[in-house]
């Protein structure tokens, strides 16, 4: 892994759960004065982990959520005694 980071290669550990994976890419990190991001993966894992993916969203359930907000919120900073007549 050292030497690979060296050449600024990539690489992809596979193995067991709990083998010391992340704690030895976390140490050589840290080593390096580097960040670094896990990303875990496993056989189910696509493209939408790593990128992440469209969700279609009905646009009226946008809608209704916001009209509700609003009509909750409306009355706290109006009157309607003083707003009667619109």
Known sequence: VAAALSHKE????????GTGKTSI?????????RTLVVVNLNQQSDTADLIGGFKP???R?????????????????????????F
Request: glycine share 4%; proline share 2%; charged share 15%.
């Open 10 to 17: 990539a690489v992809l550990l596979t193995g067991e759960t």
């Open 25 to 33: 890419v976390q140490h050589l990190a840290s080593q390096v004065g």
């Open 57 to 59: 969203v009905e646009v």
């Open 61 to 85: 359930q946008l809608a209704q959520a916001l009209l509700d907000t609003l009509f909750y919120l409306l009355p706290k900073v109006t009157s309607k005694n003083r707003n009667q007549t």
